[in-house]
């Protein structure tokens, strides 16, 4: 997690979270922490919240009928919350989310299973069209309690150049 400080007026201090544009170099990794540990009440609630109707999220009798044994984490909140984990380190300065694509789901999510996630900066260009702004590229890898592989997808945002966001502008509250 990426966490700084700033001396906003004498013996005061704000704190900040991300990482500028020329923060991000090509090849590193940050590991999201902390992790979390999957309830079945998140992914009834999750479920519900998106009209998901599938029985295998939130019927135990149908999904013990199932290959599975038992019902599985509907996979947009795994993927939901992998990108969350990565906010603190990657985009709490993010303008905009420009795409995710190459989603994957790899290996099944259960209720108690413990997630981690941690991004790999793949590509870095300055905008051509907003100076000041740059767009990352990052690959995201989720794991779950047992170090098993069971989400990767890539992710482009939109960056501020440090002294170009919202929390560098003169009278700004964050």
Same mark, same amino acid.
């Given at each position: &997690?990426?966490?700084?400080?700033?001396?906003?007026?004498?013996?005061?201090?704000?704190?900040?979270?991300?990482?500028?544009?020329?923060?991000?170099?090509?090849?590193?990794?940050?590991?999201?922490? #902390?992790?979390?540990?999957?309830?079945?009440?998140?992914?009834?609630?999750?479920?519900?919240?998106?009209?998901?109707?599938?029985?295998?999220?939130?019927?135990?009798?149908?999904?013990?009928?199932?290959?599975?044994?038992?019902?599985?984490?509907?996979?947009?909140?795994?993927?939901?919350?992998?990108?969350? &984990?990565?906010?603190?380190?990657?985009?709490?300065?993010?303008?905009?989310?420009?795409? &995710?694509?190459?989603?994957?789901? !790899?290996?099944?999510?259960?209720?108690?299973?413990?997630?981690?996630?941690?991004?790999?900066?793949?590509?870095?260009?300055?905008?051509?069209?907003? #100076?000041?702004?740059?767009?990352?590229?990052?690959? !995201?890898?989720?794991?779950?309690?047992?170090?098993?592989?069971?989400?990767?997808?890539?992710?482009?945002?939109?960056?501020?150049?440090?002294?170009?966001?919202?929390?560098?502008? #003169?009278?700004?509250?964050?």
């Amino acid at each position: &997690m990426v966490q700084s400080w700033k001396q906003i007026a004498p013996g005061r201090y704000r704190e900040s979270f991300g990482r500028y544009f020329e923060e991000f170099k090509l090849g590193d990794v940050y590991e999201h922490r #902390p992790g979390k540990t999957v309830l079945e009440s998140d992914n009834h609630l999750f479920t519900l919240l998106t009209l998901n109707t599938h029985p295998l999220h939130f019927d135990a009798e149908y999904g013990k009928l199932t290959e599975f044994g038992r019902n599985l984490v509907v996979s947009p909140y795994t993927l939901s919350l992998l990108i969350g &984990m990565s906010v603190s380190d990657v985009s709490q300065k993010t303008i905009a989310n420009l795409g &995710m694509d190459e989603v994957r789901f !790899t290996a099944p999510v259960f209720a108690g299973d413990t997630l981690y996630a941690e991004s790999e900066v793949l590509e870095k260009r300055e905008s051509k069209s907003r #100076p000041g702004q740059g767009i990352v590229t990052i690959r !995201t890898t989720g794991r779950n309690q047992r170090d098993e592989v069971i989400c990767t997808f890539r992710r482009s945002m939109l960056i501020p150049a440090r002294g170009h966001a919202i929390e560098d502008k #003169p009278g700004s509250r964050y």
